[in-house]
């Protein structure tokens, strides 16, 4: 099978989507498929001097873009002339909202392609800029409407989005495939230098973008008043710079309990997740977070803001606790609440171990594979 991702953004930028398609594309080289990447020539930072590249024998067109109207979005009209080049049997889009989505479907409907798309849940627009507030209604009358005329499967991560699409498409057209994680998460750590490095005491871990949806600041407040009231509790903040990592590095400032690092990948993250004790996931909105597979894998309990897709795959007290987004008296209650009690800790970290193993990317793939069969047969 010829398969071809199209998305804004890919390897080597830093994101839950980018992974996503990474992982996938890895596991359908290795199944004996050629799979092409089309994305811009971004990280979102810079621009990336290779337009072509192959990885992991993954092959990645990149296409100049011409302008830039945030952090994620970007135009990059060569992405048609790239794309149209060659016959695919499957055209697999990302991200909802954007233009090249309808480009995709165009595409292969002159081809004679399958076009399948998966949402990534961008439905909220609160700490958007108003240009791409505007356009969110743009996409909501007509952009989605026609674009999802175009696809012939609609992966959505989360039934939470299914009422949204149903605005746009019948709900047959539509298949509920979560995120997952790499099977190496499972994998224990015999020496852990992370840990030591960081010192005696307990690790609270923030591992993703700082980005203001992500509430690392709402975090920071908290972490900087526990480890002011205890003097056994460390925090860990990773992740990429994506506009607040500033304000989150002087919240904090001075305070040597509180680690800011700067982002990893691979499997390299496995022995900073085993390091912790306790994950924190602060967020105003999400999708469905593979640092939450992740963490559930690691054996971590969690404190996480019951927000769009996060309390379809993780339950109040079973996997950890809510706090609503912002509650920084919620989030210091709850993670005391878990490191005070290491009966409640261990019961959380049995039930995440065990539920992970159904978001192992080996299982996600596959059913992603069993959608392409079913369209191309």
């Not at 700490?127 to 609609?154: C, G, H, P, V, W």
């Not at 997952?180 to 499972?186: D, W």
């Not at 920071?220 to 460390?234: G, P, S, T």
């Not at 959380?348 to 978001?359: D, E, I, T, V």
Request: hydrophobic share 40%; charged share 30%.
């Amino acid at each position: 099978m010829k398969i071809a991702h199209v998305n804004m953004f890919f390897w080597p930028t830093f994101g839950g989507v980018e992974e996503v398609m990474y992982e996938l594309a890895l596991r359908q080289v290795k199944e004996g498929h050629e799979v092409h990447v089309f994305c811009s020539d971004s990280d979102k930072e810079k621009r990336i001097k290779k337009r072509y590249e192959i990885k992991d024998n993954i092959h990645i067109h990149r296409s100049p873009y011409w302008i830039r109207l945030s952090l994620s979005t970007h135009i990059f009209p060569g992405l048609i002339k790239e794309l149209s080049k060659e016959k695919f049997d499957i055209i697999h889009s990302h991200v909802s909202g954007h233009w090249y989505i309808l480009i995709s479907g165009l595409i292969a409907k002159i081809k004679g392609t399958k076009h399948i798309h998966t949402t990534h849940c961008p439905w909220t627009d609160k700490y958007r800029r108003k240009l791409l507030q505007f356009l969110l209604i743009f996409n909501d009358l007509f952009l989605n409407r026609i674009a999802f005329s175009l696809t012939d499967r609609i992966i959505a991560i989360t039934p939470w989005e299914i009422p949204i699409l149903k605005r746009w498409v019948k709900e047959d057209k539509i298949k509920v495939i979560p995120n997952g994680m790499p099977n190496y998460f499972f994998k224990k750590v015999k020496n852990n230098k992370f840990k030591k490095k960081i010192g005696k005491g307990k690790i609270v871990l923030f591992f993703g973008r700082f980005n203001i949806t992500k509430g690392a600041d709402i975090l920071a407040l908290a972490a900087k008043e526990l480890v002011k009231e205890r003097k056994d509790i460390n925090f860990v903040f990773i992740g990429p710079d994506e506009g607040i990592k500033e304000k989150v590095k002087n919240i904090v400032k001075n305070e040597k309990r509180i680690k800011i690092l700067d982002p990893i990948r691979g499997e390299s993250r496995v022995e900073v997740y085993q390091s912790a004790d306790l994950f924190v996931l602060p967020s105003y909105r999400e999708g469905l977070p593979l640092t939450l597979f992740e963490a559930m894998a690691s054996g971590l309990p969690i404190v996480a803001s019951p927000v769009n897709g996060v309390p379809f795959e993780m339950k109040n007290i079973e996997n950890g606790y809510f706090v609503n987004y912002g509650d920084v008296k919620g989030l210091k209650e709850k993670i005391t609440k878990i490191l005070d009690n290491p009966k409640i800790a261990k019961k959380m970290s049995q039930n995440n171990l065990r539920k992970a193993k159904n978001y192992s990317w080996d299982l996600i793939s596959k059913r992603y594979m069993d959608e392409y069969n079913k369209l191309i047969t």
